[in-house]
């Protein structure tokens, strides 16, 4: 397509866009804002599927949580106005906050913490950190505002893991339905699902500090196509893409006064998922044939326009213990060759790449295909939509290679998971995770981190390839939104137009 063509195409879908979203973006001037997404999620109870699109509307907006995880990746009271911990690390004490109400109007307590988290730790919980609520060897609840959790094993990050999406808090009388029709404490009540459209939320005017929250209306709007949702943003119909894809396109926002640009980190690691108990992919020789044929800055050029850091393992470069292992297997396709004949597929291996519906992995999977076939892979792509490959890739695991940014902050934990799409069961690797995550000397949770990381590089589990960018596109005057993102989430209590 020409620039000419880009460009008109561009301006029909923002004039198109302008005429259907007027009542809504005559608002957004002073309290309402129109937000950009490139996915739409499944659902929106973020304790029912893994899918990241859940939290970027409903965490901290609609749902809260015992504690709150700041930009800086600190930890702040949420739900839980204070608590203590005992001197083995593990009993946590949680202070609750009186007089809060759920949206349909009944009380927070106590009860509602002992109910989510046991609902979480039972056995048919499909929470994706159903670890971390087994792990709870008692909850108790002396009285309506006090929680008293006792774990089995120390967890020095638990007040951490007690801010994310997982473990947002819900009321018994409204979980069934979260999905389609959400129930929270949160500064925003849920109005209506469009599907296929958008997501709109209003203020609650019963929220505690009610008057600290200037926004009176968030609207998520999905827009796949990356060029229509940067012509929505000239037009005036965006005021916020909160998760943008780094693109030709930018610099025409950048060049408007507008209109701010600004580039952060995330916790997303962009990887080649590889299926570990494929026939073929089981040997190591041919997991290190992949690693060696893959150029990390080409795909990072060529899908993300440069911006991407490259990455050796599962482990983001901005953590204080990660380990640069991109030189772990250089790029070397004759090795890539030689190591496929000595797997026994001396005359190629075919392979299917089944990609998600998202920029870095379409446009990225591309990159990594011709990669790949030059080393002397037969690689088929096939593109789905979300639902298809949370279901046929994250569930049934029936794939071979695919795509996808892994977003949860210090995840590296997933490889230990039993029954992991990636279906990588190494013991050794689970036993320095299980030490990480019980170490409560920094130093030492350190030294085993690294050994993870290094772990997983050596055996090439997956095609580690770059740590997803934050870029974000704002107009001016939208003031609060974050920069970096420890978690994918946009935190609209802060938000507010200057």
């Given at each position: 397509m020409t620039m000419f063509r880009n460009?008109?195409?561009?301006?029909?879908?923002?004039?198109?866009?302008?005429?259907?979203?007027?009542?809504?973006?005559?608002?957004?001037?002073?309290?309402?804002?129109?937000?950009?997404?490139?996915?739409?999620?499944?659902?929106?109870?973020p304790r029912a599927n893994p899918a990241a699109a859940i939290g970027q509307i409903a965490l901290y907006n609609i749902y809260e949580n015992l504690t709150h995880v700041n930009q800086d990746a600190t930890v702040s009271p949420m739900l839980a106005k204070s608590w203590t911990v005992s001197d083995d690390g593990l009993v946590y004490t949680f202070n609750l906050l009186t007089g809060v109400k759920f949206h349909d109007g009944t009380d927070f307590t106590?009860?509602?913490?002992?109910?989510?988290?046991?609902?979480?730790?039972?056995?048919?919980?499909?929470?994706?950190?159903?670890?971390?609520?087994?792990?709870?060897?008692?909850i108790e609840t002396p009285d309506a505002n006090t929680v008293r959790i006792?774990?089995?094993?120390?967890?020095?990050?638990?007040?951490?893991?007690?801010?994310?999406?997982?473990?947002?808090?819900?009321?018994?009388?409204?979980?069934?339905?979260?999905?389609?029709?959400?129930?929270?404490?949160?500064?925003?009540?849920?109005?209506?699902?469009?599907?296929?459209?958008?997501?709109?939320?209003?203020?609650?005017?019963?929220?505690?500090?009610?008057?600290?929250?200037?926004?009176?209306?968030?609207?998520?709007?999905?827009?796949?196509?990356?060029?229509?949702?940067?012509?929505?943003?000239?037009?005036g119909d965006l005021d916020l893409i909160p998760f943008s894809r780094a693109s030709a396109g930018l610099g025409a926002l950048q060049a408007n006064p507008d209109i701010v640009v600004s580039f952060g980190t995330t916790e997303g690691e962009t990887i080649l998922s590889t299926n570990n108990k494929h026939p073929a992919l089981a040997k190591l020789k041919v997991r290190q044939a992949i690693a060696h044929a893959i150029d990390r800055k080409e795909i990072i050029d060529g899908a993300m326009f440069g911006a991407g850091i490259p990455i050796g393992s599962h482990f983001?470069?901005?953590?204080?213990?990660?380990?640069?292992?991109?030189?772990?297997?250089?790029?070397?396709?004759?090795?890539?060759?030689?190591?496929?004949?000595?797997?026994?597929?001396?005359?190629?291996?075919?392979?299917?790449?089944?990609?998600?519906?998202?920029?870095?992995?379409?446009?990225?999977?591309?990159?990594?295909?011709?990669?790949?076939?030059?080393?002397?892979?037969?690689?088929?792509?096939?593109?789905?939509?979300?639902?298809?490959w949370l279901k046929q890739v994250y569930k049934q695991k029936t794939y071979d290679l695919s795509i996808v940014s892994h977003v949860e902050p210090m995840d590296i934990g997933i490889y230990a998971r039993k029954g992991y799409y990636f279906q990588y069961d190494n013991q050794e690797f689970n036993g320095i995770i299980e030490k990480a995550d019980g170490a409560r000397d920094p130093a030492m949770r350190s030294k085993y981190l690294k050994m993870a990381q290094r772990k997983l590089a050596n055996d090439a589990v997956n095609g580690f390839l770059f740590q997803l960018a934050k870029t974000t596109v704002r107009k001016k005057n939208l003031m609060g939104v974050w920069v970096n993102s420890p978690m994918f989430v946009n935190d609209m209590r802060s938000v507010y137009w200057k």
């Open positions: 460009f008109a195409y561009a301006a029909a879908v923002a004039a198109t866009a302008a005429v259907a979203g007027l009542p809504f973006g005559a608002m957004a001037a002073k309290t309402s804002v129109n937000i950009a997404m490139t996915l739409e999620p499944p659902g929106l109870d106590s009860a509602d913490v002992k109910y989510t988290f046991e609902a979480n730790a039972a056995e048919g919980s499909k929470i994706k950190r159903k670890k971390r609520f087994v792990n709870m060897a008692k006792t774990l089995k094993k120390p967890r020095p990050s638990f007040l951490f893991w007690m801010g994310e999406s997982t473990a947002v808090i819900v009321g018994e009388e409204s979980a069934a339905t979260n999905a389609t029709k959400p129930v929270g404490t949160g500064p925003f009540k849920f109005v209506r699902w469009v599907k296929g459209d958008s997501v709109l939320m209003e203020k609650n005017a019963d929220y505690r500090d009610a008057a600290s929250v200037k926004l009176t209306k968030v609207k998520y709007r999905f827009i796949k196509d990356q060029s229509a949702q940067i012509a929505a943003m000239m037009s983001a470069p901005h953590n204080p213990d990660y380990l640069d292992l991109t030189g772990t297997y250089p790029l070397d396709r004759a090795k890539s060759k030689a190591l496929l004949a000595e797997a026994g597929y001396g005359d190629g291996l075919a392979l299917s790449l089944k990609l998600p519906p998202t920029g870095y992995a379409r446009e990225g999977g591309q990159i990594v295909a011709q990669q790949l076939n030059k080393a002397g892979f037969k690689i088929s792509i096939e593109n789905v939509e979300w639902a298809v």
